[in-house]
């Protein structure tokens, strides 16, 4: 009696598998997959500015001494800007060799800056050209504005998705459809704006021009739908 329960009982399951199987088979009948897509250019508001300390000296002590003067002053400098966004790093001092012997050391440290007023950030990074050296300058989207416009173009995705679905159910004569599985991918792309400092043709205290651009910030949506033939 045990054998034939567990018989039974594994009979069932296999029955319950099979139902299943059938089930999620069925779900596969008059589907169509779909995609839209939505994108929209957003003026960049964040400007972010990474600047570089550089000294040479045969002292090591020297050297360190230098690097962390100037920068003690550009941190100053640029700390005394309301709404300006101060960090460092790449701090590296590495040794000059001549014929395998040290003959010196070099040292560096990065600046780096980030603030929403351009006029103001490049007012400051003229004046802290006077000792640092621009490495890079780049623009985006702050976080605030980069999720309104996703939800904005998430909003006018969705529409269009389902405009393509009742077009494609309209020409199939479908009574209606529904939806199967969506999903939303986010993205955004700037064109590559270069950046060259021009340290022998610029004085100290003149203040970066800059232009912050755009950024084409898209939303695409793919799924399936499933028709409702006759």
């Not at 972010?48 to 002053?73: C, G, K, Q, Y």
């Amino acid at each position: 009696m045990r054998m034939t329960g567990v018989i039974a009982a594994s009979l069932l399951a296999a029955l319950a598998i099979s139902a299943k199987v059938q089930a999620d088979g069925d779900l596969r009948y008059n589907q169509v997959r779909l995609q839209a897509e939505q994108s929209e250019a957003v003026s960049n508001d964040t400007m972010h500015v990474t600047l570089r300390t550089f000294a040479e000296s045969r002292d090591p002590a020297d050297l360190a001494s230098t690097i962390n003067r100037d920068m003690d002053w550009a941190l100053q400098l640029a700390k005394s800007v309301e709404g300006v966004g101060v960090s460092t790093g790449g701090y590296q001092t590495y040794p000059v060799h001549k014929e395998n012997v040290i003959k010196g050391w070099r040292g560096q440290q990065d600046l780096m800056l980030e603030g929403r007023d351009h006029a103001a950030l490049g007012r400051l990074v003229g004046q802290l050209q006077e000792k640092l050296q621009v490495r890079s300058m780049q623009f985006s989207v702050s976080d605030e504005r980069r999720r309104a416009v996703e939800n904005r173009l998430i909003a006018r995705t969705l529409d269009a998705f389902r405009e393509r679905a009742g077009i494609v159910g309209s020409n199939l004569e479908a009574k209606g459809y529904r939806i199967v599985e969506l999903n939303i991918n986010t993205s955004s792309q700037q064109p590559p704006m270069p950046y060259q400092a021009r340290m022998a043709a610029m004085e100290a205290a003149a203040p970066v021009v800059t232009e912050a651009g755009d950024s084409d910030i898209r939303v695409s949506i793919n799924g399936t739908v499933e028709l409702q033939l006759p």
